[in-house]
């Protein structure tokens, strides 16, 4: 299996460059950003002959495009979609959402859809470890790492290979890391794995969707988020909150009442700032809904 390894590294060196000048270079058009992620799943292909890749899914768009692009290079029988719940914060409409879009749209052949969750709700280890942050995110360890890793353990002898999409413009340090790491990341997860959309813009991805008219998930109509993560540090939109508080108001009263149970820390961090419920939904709102639902 170091020779996977190995071959994987030759590939990140391969395309190392032409990345970083596609991620630098704003202009370059959706055809010739297709075309480098084919040449690229092509390329893994030819390494693992008849080997199983594997996908992680979260129901989101870019995970989407990215299974769609997999699914014209690879074979659906030797494509395996790994989804992870994460336990009392992913929406239900998220879950729905991929289960139909694995099984009804893209067909994925029984057994190769594997839906991973802990039995610990993620609001009881907010109570324990308090809010997760930019600099502290244990949930990623959690209901990721802990999860993604226990799987290929008791399935696999040796690392699989696991395709992520992951993409570069989705903030400046993962911009940086990628020059650094390539596109294939040897971390120290039970897996190697590789990021074949990370030169894709978000525009880009959107506009993949629209070409190849890709059913998304029913909650970027109504938040603006997949639902995989209805509370997450990173989401500190005042409107996402206050739709979902319109929709779905159950959801913002747990996060309240956890704030309200956890005494260190706030829930959200901008620079050196902490941040709570009451500065995200505004004092009319969040008093509103203490006084009459807490």
């Known amino acids: 299996m170091n020779s996977i390894k190995d071959s994987l590294s030759e590939i990140s060196r391969k395309y190392r460059f032409v990345v970083d000048e596609m991620i630098n270079n704003k202009n370059c058009g959706l055809n010739y950003t297709i075309k480098l992620s084919l040449k690229i ?7 693992l002959q008849d080997e199983v890749i594997y996908v992680m899914f979260s129901g989101g768009k870019d995970s989407l495009v990215l299974l769609d692009l997999v699914l014209k290079v690879f074979p659906a029988e030797l494509v395996k979609v790994v989804f992870i719940e994460v ?40 109570t324990m470890y308090g809010w997760p942050g930019p600099r502290r995110r244990w949930c990623m360890t959690e209901y990721k790492k802990r999860v993604i890793n226990s799987y290929f353990k008791k399935t696999h002898e040796h690392k699989p290979v696991v395709l992520v999409g992951t993409k570069a413009g989705d903030s400046s340090k993962r911009a940086s890391k990628i020059k650094l790491d390539g596109i294939f990341l040897n971390r120290d997860w039970g897996c190697y794995t590789v990021r074949p959309i990370i030169h894709f813009s978000t525009k880009q991805i959107y506009e993949y969707i629209r070409m190849n008219n890709i059913p998304i998930c029913e909650l970027y109509y109504e938040l603006g988020e997949s639902g995989n993560c209805i509370y997450c540090p990173f989401i500190q939109r005042r409107d996402y909150y206050l739709k979902l508080y319109k929709l779905y108001p159950e959801w913002i009263y747990k996060m309240i009442r956890t704030e309200i149970m956890v005494r260190k820390g706030k829930p959200f961090l901008r620079g050196s700032k902490k941040i709570s419920f009451r500065d995200i939904l505004g004092h009319k709102i969040y008093n509103s809904i203490v006084k009459e639902h807490l």
Do not use: A
């Open 41 to 47: 799943l092509n390329d893994i292909k030819d390494i």
């Open 87 to 126: 336990t009392e914060n992913t929406h239900e409409k998220n879950v729905k959402y991929v289960h139909k879009i694995i099984n009804d749209y893209y067909n994925i052949p029984r057994g190769n859809f594997i839906h991973l969750r802990r039995d610990v709700g993620f609001y009881d280890l907010v």
